[in-house]
């Protein structure tokens, strides 16, 4: 066990690990940030997307000794600093991105990540970028709205009235 | 205007504040002090004789807890099967014993075989690799005819064949069914394979047990869809827990599609382990694990026969399905392809004669049962595709053949048992056609082969039964429980409510939509009221959540807590405004009296039941809290129209899917937003199982699809963006709302589109080819391609709406 050290959602966060230790597993357990998901031994799924050093990095691919001293950034790291839902988070859920919550996180992170390169992505380019993410409850239909909709394009209402 | 608030309006869910911002409470974010972890030893053959199992090496590894075997299970049952069908000749079907670890035999790829418990999971997934099993394979039971034959390998020694039972329906109908196939004008025969699937809710299975040394009671946090049928199936059946010493809690749960309803080993096994050890154990599936460990779905092999007479009235349907079971009985399979599929065998059609022949069949692979739809898509998928090749076969509108057919009077008895209380085929139908521009397809179809690319329209109808169900017509069916819902509401002292519900959520938004309903009886806000749910301890007994039964029959069940409430509620109210119980009105949240201007606020009276001094003691309890069991007396037929429009590159045989459009009727809607979430969701699965999904196994029975690098899941570059309608509504006659219930009209719908949709493309460019197994992957649809050329007639809706279309 080696101590690892990172600045997590701003703040500085030290746990242990092991050698295999993924990014994923010290955060779930070495600093207790659960909302990073695991869904996957593959690095296919998405659920565990986080930001490392301002990157999209999928936490299961990264060995948490590798990355000591890494700024990460989590879903618990995206609200605003009220604590009120950041803009892509409220457009997941004005939208209805999200129905059992276990892909969200990944979705979330993998959307900022989107945006911060793509501000005005295209339907096909949300859906393209959205390839290493799999959600098993939407379709993706409302999570493309809410990702158009976070970037502030017009997207049509949620339920057709 | 839409509503903002009660039912038909769609409130944003209040559940995604938690699952937006990391703060979900999932099974495996639960940590309980002290926990040690395991890990299963899974067999890597598929089936074989366990000569010996020496776990020395490995309980001596320094953190190794504990190590288990079957020989520490003594005395302890199996997994139980919850349905037990009759055959044809009257007998109950083979039931083998599923032991919580393997007995002297492995039977699937994944079957545990030891477990180890330890420090970390790390140690725990070491010391797996140190133990030592001698196995001797044996050949695996893979090909389900080849299952039943005499000569086959058993599976399980001790049963007297593969076959776990042969099932008729209806029996007394054979004849007639024969006999009318045999007069009949014509017969279309199909023969198709409804293929294996893996639910794949992307959390997944987490099981945490624990025993508390001072009252003797264990507690399970599992993934679970309904955590009370595991309470009483794993407490009575397997551990012999009594109920009021189990508390079985799942708490925000990732999806489950039916793969989270069955009781599994590893629950009963983290649950036992605890109490032996005086830990708590926790276990949390990899990936590859769940995909050798959650029951598998469909995996049916069908012949079907539908014969019209020589006005194109259908007159008998016949069918001979084998249908998997896998290796053992999970809780729910044998009733998927029987109850489940045989009752839709009519569909939306007046056919007078059915005849539905299942065999269910042993096989080394993993255990097979409800899926999303669950019976209802293998129905449907049958016979949506048969009328579609009837009416290629007789050279007419395949839409027109269904609308011939269509039931029309209601209530209608189907020759197999069910009676659909009501619906309206013909609206939904032509909802969609105006929904797709049908008369467009033929330029847009031009416009495509302009681009050297073949469009096809697929269009089906569905009916499916949900609201599962009537206990007392189950128990008549097999079922070894109830289905009926609970639920209590409790008002609290100051007004709010707390709804404590049987039903569970995993995604559907039960947070959101219950108290929609709640918020409009008694006219307060939706956030007075809250939603709990997925802990025995709390709620009373319920069977759960699967066959899109939440709304219908837990939302029923609250409905009849709240009239019990409001009735009682009327009464205090009556006695502090000294009028009598029938003047007493509640609307807005506020109690008047008929004919006078007096009233009394909800609180004010909610206050009154818990300080009771104004209150009519003599002949009323203080408090307001009620419960109520929803039992319903008929599942709901909820039924529709899909269409897709497809695009086959014919140098490569891949299939797009352009558009596709779903009309369906649900009845009364509570809240569309997530209707129509439940839609797209089920809509997904059912396009990803005809065009990507698919369990392989080869003929050794090992899992070839054991990964999401092998399993291919439908992603969002797979899909269109989806048209859905939901405004054709016939309410539900027999249920207080009206509702029918959507989880899984999408997955049961859309794959007959899908294929019906890639055929006429082919047939378009000349190549009929009558029926390709889905998924309809594009080596699938270039190798069919190539084995025929030059002799279709085109594509079947155009030549509805414009003549046949030219070959390329």
Avoid at chain 2, 192 to 215: C, K, Q, S, T
Wanted: net charge negative.
């Amino acid at each position: 066990m080696t101590k690892v050290t990172m600045t997590v959602n701003g703040k500085t966060r030290t746990a242990e690990a092991e050698g295999r230790t993924l990014l994923a597993e010290w955060l779930r357990e070495g600093v207790r940030l659960t909302g990073t998901h695991i869904g996957c031994d593959t690095s296919q799924c998405g659920a565990c997307v986080v930001h490392v050093n301002g990157e999209a990095v999928k936490a299961c691919s990264v060995l948490a000794q590798e990355i000591d001293g890494a700024e990460v950034t989590t879903v618990e790291g995206m609200a605003n600093a009220d604590g009120s839902l950041g803009v892509i988070q409220q457009a997941f859920q004005d939208y209805h991105g999200l129905q059992c919550g276990f892909c969200t996180p990944g979705m979330v992170m993998s959307t900022a990540a989107l945006l911060k390169d793509n501000p005005q992505p295209t339907e096909a380019e949300v859906r393209h970028y959205l390839e290493g993410n799999i959600c098993r409850c939407t379709g993706y239909h409302n999570i493309v709205k809410a990702v158009m909709a976070a970037s502030g394009q017009q997207v049509a209402p949620v339920a057709a009235e | 205007m839409p509503k903002d608030t009660g039912i038909g309006a769609s409130p944003k869910r209040r559940e995604d504040v938690r699952f937006l911002t990391g703060k979900g409470r999932y099974t495996d974010d639960i940590n309980v002090a002290g926990q040690a972890h395991v890990v299963f030893l899974r067999s890597d053959v598929a089936h074989g004789t366990i000569n010996g199992i020496d776990t020395a090496a490995a309980e001596a590894m320094e953190g190794v807890v504990g190590v288990f075997t079957a020989m520490d299970f003594d005395g302890v049952g199996g997994i139980p099967c919850g349905w037990q069908i009759t055959d044809r000749e009257g007998n109950p079907m083979q039931e083998p014993k599923h032991p919580i670890l393997a007995e002297g035999k492995v039977r699937h790829v994944g079957d545990p075989i030891a477990a180890v418990v330890a420090e970390s999971v790390s140690i725990a997934r070491d010391a797996c690799e140190a133990i030592e099993v001698d196995i001797t394979s044996l050949p695996a039971v893979m090909d389900m005819k080849k299952a039943v034959q005499a000569d086959a390998p058993k599976v399980h020694d001790d049963l007297t064949s593969n076959l776990c039972y042969d099932w008729g329906f209806v029996e007394d109908n054979r004849q007639a069914v024969d006999d009318a196939i045999k007069s009949a004008a014509h017969v279309t025969t199909l023969e198709l394979v409804n293929n294996r699937l893996i639910a794949n809710p992307m959390e997944p299975r987490v099981a945490v047990g624990d025993y508390a040394r001072h009252d003797d009671s264990s507690t399970l946090y599992t993934t679970s869809q309904n955590p009370h049928v595991i309470r009483l199936l794993m407490g009575a059946f397997v551990l012999g827990i009594p109920e009021h010493k189990l508390r079985v809690v799942a708490p925000d749960v990732g999806g489950g599609f039916g793969t989270k309803i069955f009781h599994y080993a590893e629950e009963a096994f983290c649950t036992f382990a605890a109490k032996q050890l005086e830990r708590p154990v926790k276990w949390t599936a990899s990936r590859s694990e769940a995909f050798m460990s959650d029951a598998h779905g469909r995996d049916h092999v069908t012949k079907i026969e539908l014969a019209l007479d020589a006005d194109n009235n259908f007159t008998a349907v016949r069918t001979e399905t084998y249908a998997n079971m896998g290796a053992y009985l999970s809780t729910f399979a044998p009733s998927v392809p029987t109850w489940l599929h045989g009752t839709l065998m009519a569909g939306n059609y007046k056919t007078p004669l059915v005849y539905v022949n299942v065999k269910a069949v042993f096989t080394n692979t993993v255990p097979v049962d409800a899926y999303r739809g669950a019976g209802r898509p293998e129905a449907t998928f049958q016979l949506e595709r048969v009328v579609d090749k009837a009416a290629r076969e007789l050279g007419i509108d395949p839409v027109e053949l269904r609308r011939q057919n269509f039931i029309r009077e209601f209530p209608y008895q189907t020759p197999v048992a069910v009676e659909y209380d009501t619906g309206d085929y013909d609206a939904t139908m032509d909802k969609l056609l105006e929904m797709i521009d049908r008369d467009g397809f033929e330029a847009r179809r031009k416009e495509s082969e302009s681009r050297g690319k073949l469009r096809g329209l697929g269009i089906n109808c569905y009916i499916e039964a949900c609201g599962i169900a009537p206990s007392k017509l189950v128990g008549q069916l097999g079922a070894r429980a109830g289905l009926y819902e609970s639920a209590t509401v409790r008002v609290n002292a100051t007004g709010g409510l707390v709804v404590m519900t049987g039903s569970h959520s995993h995604g559907q938004g039960h947070e959101t939509s219950f108290p929609q309903v709640i918020a409009d009886m008694i006219g307060i806000n939706e956030d007075q009221i809250e939603i709990v749910h997925g802990d025995t301890a709390n709620a009373p007994m319920g069977m759960g959540t699967y066959g899109s039964r939440s709304l219908a029959v837990g939302g029923s069940a609250m409905f009849r807590a709240t009239e019990k409430i409001i009735a009682k509620a009327k009464k205090i109210a009556a006695h502090i405004m000294e009028a009598s119980d029938e003047d007493i009105e509640l609307k807005d949240g506020k109690f008047t009296v008929a004919g006078t201007d007096k009233e009394l606020a909800w609180g004010d009276v909610t206050l009154a039941a818990y300080v009771p001094h104004n209150y009519p003691l003599e002949d009323l309890e203080p408090g307001l809290e009620e419960t109520a069991f929803y039992d319903p007396n008929n599942f709901t037929y909820p039924a529709g129209a899909y269409a897709c429009e497809v695009e086959v590159d014919p140098e490569t045989g891949f299939v797009e899917v352009l558009s596709f459009a779903a009309a369906d009727d649900f009845g009364n809607v509570v809240n569309p937003m997530i209707v129509e979430g439940q839609v797209h969701g089920g809509l997904a699965q059912g396009i990803g199982q005809a065009l990507f999904e698919n369990c392989a196994y080869d003929e050794d029975g090992q899992l070839l699809s054991a990964s999401y690098m092998d399993y291919t899941m439908p992603r969002a570059k797979d899909l269109p963006m989806f048209q859905v309608d939901h405004s054709c509504a016939t309410p539900c006659t027999h249920n207080p709302l009206g509702v029918k219930g959507c989880g899984e009209a999408g997955a049961i719908g859309s794959p007959p589109s899908i294929v019906n949709g890639v055929l006429d493309a082919l047939a378009s460019g000349g190549h009929d080819v009558g029926h390709i197994d889905m998924p309809l992957t594009p080596a699938k649809v270039w190798a069919a391609m190539q084995g025929t050329g030059g002799t279709g007639d085109g594509t079947a809706h155009a030549r509805s709406v414009g003549g046949p279309a030219k070959n390329v």
